[in-house]
């Protein structure tokens, strides 16, 4: 069964950092595509950041200050926020397709505010 497990949210302050990690099970994930989005309430669900096995892509409004990675060995993606904004305050989710089945995680709450 394959699973995504995030983990990392929490409460910062802006101009804080934070790290986000989402674990995959049940499969290895070295070739496929992983992407970070977020959603507030209200808002539709928006692509943060994604890494394929060789190159990576950014939202508009993070460029600069967010960076995914992955560690195959730990089936693991990251993303570390660095310059946090109360702008980025949402849930953050991890996907993947894998065989033609799109996977969420459960999501990790990210919450900037002074």
């Known amino acids: 069964q394959v699973r995504l497990v995030e983990s990392g949210g929490g409460l910062v302050q802006p101009g804080g950092s934070l790290r986000l990690s989402c674990v995959a099970s049940g499969t290895s994930f070295s070739k496929n595509t992983l992407y970070w989005y977020r959603e507030t309430p209200g808002e539709q669900r928006e692509v943060v950041a994604a890494i394929t096995s060789s190159d990576t892509h950014y939202g508009d409004s993070v460029k600069g200050r967010f960076t995914i990675s992955r560690d195959n060995a730990k089936n693991t993606v990251y993303l570390q926020m660095n310059d946090l904004k109360p702008e980025d305050t949402a849930m953050y989710y991890c996907?993947?397709?894998?065989?033609?089945?799109?996977?969420w995680g459960q999501g990790t709450q990210v919450t900037v505010s002074s």
């Open positions: 996907r993947t397709i894998n065989g033609g089945t799109e996977y």
